[in-house]
C-alpha cells in the first residue's frame, strides 16, 4: 500500500515534471534569459497562461486540446511528453528499489530518477530539433562527477546506484572508466571513418589528422567552449562569419551523441553499457526501415535522430539489469 502511494505520488511528480520540460526546451532552443523564471504562455498568441491551463495532461484535455485564449490547437508533443515523464520517473523509482535495492528515500534513488528527468528532456529535443545542447551534457556531467565522488566516501549508503551489484567488470570505477571510454570510442570511429572518406574525396588530407586528434580532446574542448561562451559572449557578426567559411561533414552520427556514449557508459559501466547500445541499434533500425519505407521521395534528405534511440537503450539496460547479469555470468567470465 506504501509503495503503491509512493509511485502515484512520483507519477504525479513526474507530469509535473513533464509540463516543466516543455517550458524548459523551448527556452533553451530559443536561448531565452530566466529559463528556470517567468510565465509560461502561448506561443501563439502570448496570453500568459493561468493556472487552471498548467495542470499536466487534464488542461490539455479539459480544454479540448485548444488554447483557451485564441483557440489555437496544442500541439499533442506536449501532453505526450508530460506523460512519458511521468511513466518513466515511475519506472526510474520501481528499477531503484526493485532492482538495484537502493532504500526509500536515498540520494541514489532520486539520481536514478534525475537520469530518467535528463534522458527523457534530450530524447524530446532531440526529436523536435535534430540537436542535443550542451546544457545537457554539462548538467548530467558536473551532477555525475559530484555524486561518483561521494560514492567513494559513502559507500554503504549506496549514493551511486548500488556500489555492492551495479558492476561486473573488475573494480567499481574501473567499470565506469573504461565503459565510458568504449562507447565513447565506438561512436567516434564512426565519425572518424566517415568524416575520413569525406575529406579524402575532397583531398583534404591535413583535416583528416585534425579529425583523428580531435578524438582525445573533443570532451574538454566542448565543455572548454561552453563556459568560455558562457563567460565571453562572441560577437554575432563574427560568429555569422564563422559559419559562412566552416563546411558541414556528413558524419554517420551526430558529435553530440558522443556525450551521451560517455553518459551511458560512465552510468551503466562495461558490459551493460555495451547492451544499451545494441538495443538502441536494434531498435532505431527496426525504426529506420519504417520511416524509410513511407518516406517517399523524402528518403535521401530524410534524418533519423539518434539519440531517442539511445535514451530507449539506455531504458532498456537498466530493465533487463539482472538478466544480463545471470546470462553473462553463466555463458562467459567476468
Known sequence: MELTFFYISVFIFGLL????????????????????????????????????????????????????????????????????????????????????????????????????????????????????????????????????????????????????????????????FIGALVL?????????VSGTIYLAKKQKYHDIWELFGYYFLFPFVTIWDFFKEKLWPKNPQKNLENLEDEEEIPFWVGPGDLFLAIIIGWTLGVLHGIVAFSFAYCVGSVIGVIVMMFAGKQKERFEVPFGPFLGIGFFLAILFHSQINNFVNMYFFF
Open 17 to 176: 515534471f513533464g509540463s516543466f520540460s516543455s517550458v524548459l526546451i523551448g527556452r533553451w532552443k530559443n536561448k531565452e534569459n530566466g529559463i528556470l523564471m517567468g510565465r509560461s504562455a502561448c506561443p501563439h498568441c502570448k496570453n500568459t497562461l493561468w493556472a487552471s491551463e498548467l495542470i499536466p495532461l487534464f488542461s490539455f484535455i479539459l480544454q479540448g486540446g485548444k488554447c483557451k485564449h485564441c483557440k489555437t490547437r496544442i500541439p499533442w508533443r506536449y501532453p505526450i511528453l508530460e506523460l512519458s515523464m511521468g511513466l518513466v520517473f515511475v519506472f526510474m523509482s520501481y528499477a531503484g528499489i526493485e532492482i538495484f535495492h537502493v532504500a526509500l528515500p536515498s540520494i541514489a534513488l532520486f539520481f536514478l530518477i534525475f537520469l530518467g528527468f535528463i534522458t527523457i528532456v534530450y530524447i524530446f529535443y532531440d526529436i523536435f530539433f535534430m540537436e542535443i545542447p550542451d546544457e545537457i551534457f554539462i548538467i548530467f556531467i558536473v551532477g555525475n562527477f559530484i555524486l561518483f565522488i561521494l560514492s567513494y566516501f559513502y559507500t554503504w549508503k549506496f549514493i551511486y546506484f548500488n556500489w555492492n551489484s551495479n558492476h561486473t567488470f573488475h573494480t567499481f570505477y574501473f567499470d565506469k
Open 184 to 192: 565513447y570510442t565506438f561512436l567516434y570511429a564512426q565519425i572518424f
